[in-house]
């Protein structure tokens, strides 16, 4: 597990808002979108966030190497590695502690506004996802939102993403099953960055 965030903003008072301490850290800017983005993503509901869950570039706390990505499930933050000792962390929505899944993973897959087609489990569990069996396509009201990255494990799909969503209000919350949930401008951030075959640990 990782240890507790030690970062902070340079007034003291959004320190504390944040939780955060130290002050190696500084906004990142969002990403250039395409027109289609920008208007699937004005059609999400809007959500307030709280500010620690924000996109900031911070010192590396994971000890990986540039390039892989970290995921710290209790504080429901997901670390980029970059170089130079460097990370950007973004707040995420995690699955709750039935479904939650740890482990090692490669990126194999990556997708915009991708394609949802709920699991066989998921339809057990949640009927009235039924009418979805057959899937969905990519758009403001399809689960996955902007951007989703496939976790494989030994070349086989784990069935495990990062992905956008339509649920913004999430973000900071253990509510998927199982999936890391991003802010969609944060998945278009984070898919640009990843390269396929990067190390995914979710801890």
Known sequence: MLGPSRFSLPLMAAAAALGLSGCNYKGVPDPVVSSRDAEWMALVPKADMDLQYERYEVADPTGEAPGTIVVDTPSRF????????????????????????????????????????????????????????????????????????????????????????NEPE????????????????DAIDLYERTALGAKVVVR
């Open 78 to 165: 997901l670390y980029f590695v970059l170089p130079n000792r460097k990370a950007i962390r973004y707040g995420v929505a995690v699955g709750d502690e039935a479904f939650g899944w740890t482990g090692e993973a490669l990126i194999q897959r990556k997708a915009e506004w991708p394609r949802w087609t709920p699991p066989a489990e998921m339809l057990k569990r949640w009927p009235h996802l039924l009418p979805r069996a057959g899937g969905m396509e990519g758009g403001p009201d399809n689960p996955l939102g902007a951007r989703a990255l496939y976790l494989y494990q030994d070349g086989k799909d784990t069935l495990y993403r990062i992905h956008g969503t």
């Open 170 to 185: 999430t973000i900071g919350r253990t509510a998927s099953s199982g999936c890391i949930r991003m802010r969609n401008i």
